[in-house]
């Protein structure tokens, strides 16, 4: 149509075409009539790309939801085993703490400390009184020895006072050994019971290093995420919260949220958006 129009105006200036002016002006119009079906072509050729493109993003965005949603049920799923295994940490934490506090208040070690101690003074002072008694006894019969010969033993004889002496320094010597093995005894039990002791009045965290879990057994709990398993233990949870690490890295949240897998994931999905994309562009 808009080339009939240009066809009409051109009859109707037929009488001016004598003139030079008119007759660039017609060029002109000749040159602009003849773009105008290339413009039309290429404006439909815009239009179809646009709507390419348009149904290409809308197809990602649609695709992206759906990854999102995905994502969002992972988070909850691995969000439940979270909870299960800081349940069965705070569980074992409690029960430990309550043992450990029954072990005091239930069995009274104050008052058996307390007679231990009574015993641990009149052993020594007994063992020092048989010890100067025996050696007394030694020092009379030496005094008055009945042999001739001091110097021969078999001329020498051993009366009364010698055998008791003897006896009593033989008493002491045994019982001074089986004392000393008490002693060794209670004093392993009294650094146990100190440890013990120290763990219930100071806390589970008031130290830094955590030793009381370095100590008893590396608990460890595994989560399997997919083809990943996570390997949590006890010490190192705790020693993460008490030495500023974040939550989400005391837990390996890294690895539960298996992030590395969704970025490389999210990678292959929008480069191959893309490729698409400038395919039909």
Known sequence: MCGLRFGSLEEQL?????????????????RASALIPGLNTWIHDVKGSYDVTLRQI????NESEIAMEQVWRAIKDHGKELTKVL???RNFTVTLQQQLTDIFLKEDHSQRVSSILGFAIIIPITLVILSILGLTAISVSWAFYTSRDRHDGRQSRRGAVSAVAASILATAGYSAMLVGALLCIMSAVCFVAAFLGMFVCTGLFEDSELRLFQAIPNMEYVINIGSVKVRHTLYDTFYKCKNGYTFFESLKGSQIMAEKEFRNVGHINFAFQISEISRFA
């Open 14 to 30: 037929e009488s001016l075409t004598s003139h030079e002016p008119f007759q660039q002006v017609l060029w002109k119009l000749r």
């Open 58 to 61: 809308r197809r990602s965005v």
């Open 87 to 89: 349940d069965s940490i």
